[in-house]
């Protein structure tokens, strides 16, 4: 932050994944700390249970110039744009509703990383998000692909990354499925 304003540089902020760092137990911002962080920001809305969208939220002044212009020009103006405005508008209505499926998301990946850590497993990185990153042998890799949709991120260790992210749909009932069957 202080490089930024030091070199006269605009802050954006992506927030296509902001919900899930709001829930993480290791963050201490609330969403109305972005406002004081940055010169614009946006909300992302498909990860956090919306149809589609994200919300642009512009802080500074200077930036609001002239800008419905420029998202004309540009092809950026959403057709029935009030659309997406709804869902924001519902999904702020209720406390904590923007975060409210990040939250559980969240919770369901601390059940899956004690889950893992439980059956032995180590993880390759501390768990911090709705995102649990676990080390894997090759053999594992194919087992658990007999079992669940993941990504793999590289190696560590001589072992794989495998990345498991949990969503506003995961059930308790999905994660204790899935370790059932590792």
Known sequence: MIFVKKNDLYLFIDGARLAAALASEKCDYEISDLCNLCDIFYLGGT??????GEALVIVNDELKKNFINLQKQKGYLLAKGFIAG???????ANENGYTAGADHAF??????????IEKGYELAYPFESNQVFVKLSVSEVEKFKKVAAFELMGDIDKNKIARFVTTYRTSKKDIEGFLASI
């Open 47 to 52: 990860k956090n249970g919306l149809m589609f």
């Open 86 to 92: 709804i869902m924001f508008e519902t999904i702020f």
């Open 107 to 116: 919770k369901m990946a601390k059940i899956l990383a004690h889950g893992f």
